[in-house]
């Protein structure tokens, strides 16, 4: 049985930052063996929880974001964490179509994408906590 | 720094050839740039161009979807052509396809209209 292996990425919370996460992500990926499918389901998922880290955790102040990528026998599992202002209502924000983002050109689709996209997702926040996003999936199946 | 759009008035089409990767990163100028063409210019369809689009997540839905209600507002239409796979389902998922013509070209986009009014 292979041990679990994990890398740890600590970043600044700008909007840059999205594309290196998702890419930092997929290289990591790319060593369990995967699909290009797999590739891009994650690659989506990682860039919708870093940037509601950037939008929504910092509301687009200075903050750093966590970012752990781990294997552990076929199973990837991403955690995307903020020190920043947190959810009130975490099922409500997940809802499909919801938004707080006050510019309207958000889609309020976040981590609708991050469920359609990975097999489990689960979200820790409380105001003025931060908020953590564990997403975990299946690759090879 | 490079220019994350580019934008071309083809008759009263508004072609919007999009970035590479289309995040929140590079959608930020989008909504001021288009307000500005749409101000100076009569325009009744928005066409995406997503031929060298690599990427994109619920933030290109939330820029397709803004313009989607505008040009509705007005009688116009959003359109899009060239998405590749993971543009693609992105776009299922979130149903875009129920709300806007999908082309595989540029000329399919152009032809399937019809002829554009002077």
Same mark, same amino acid.
Do not use: L, Q
């Given at each position: 049985m292979k041990k679990r292996e994990v890398v740890t990425i600590k970043m600044d919370s700008?909007? %840059?930052?999205e594309e290196f996460a998702r890419v930092a992500v997929a290289v990591f990926l790319s060593r369990m063996d995967p699909t290009l499918e797999e590739i891009e389901d994650v690659k989506t998922a990682v860039s919708e929880a870093v940037t509601n880290a950037v939008i929504h955790g910092y509301q687009g102040g200075e903050g750093t974001i966590t970012l752990e990528v781990s294997v552990e026998e076929d199973v990837l599992t991403v955690l995307v964490q903020d020190e920043g202002v947190?959810?009130?209502?975490v099922a409500k924000a997940m809802e499909p179509m919801y938004t707080t983002a006050?510019?309207?050109?958000?889609?309020?689709?976040g981590f609708s994408f991050m469920e359609a996209f990975m097999d489990q997702v689960e979200v820790v926040s409380a105001p003025g906590s931060g908020t953590t996003v564990t997403m975990r999936k299946k690759i090879g199946r | 720094m490079e220019p994350s759009f580019i934008y071309e008035a083809k008759g009263r089409t508004l072609v919007i050839h999009l970035p590479r990767e289309l995040d929140h990163h590079n959608c930020r100028n989008l909504k001021y740039e288009t307000d500005l063409l749409m101000a100076e210019n009569y325009i009744s369809r928005i066409l995406f161009d997503f031929?060298?689009? %690599?990427f994109m997540d619920s933030s290109g839905i939330g820029i397709l979807l803004n313009r989607y209600k505008e040009m509705k507002a007005s009688g116009g239409k959003t359109c899009l052509y060239g998405a590749g796979p993971q543009v693609l389902r992105v776009l299922k998922i979130a149903g875009i396809p129920a709300l806007m013509e999908m082309y595989d070209s540029e000329e399919a986009a152009f032809g399937g209209q019809g002829v554009e009014m002077p």
């Open positions: 700008v909007s %840059e930052n947190g959810i009130r209502d006050p510019d309207g050109e958000r889609s309020g689709m | 031929t060298g689009t %690599e």
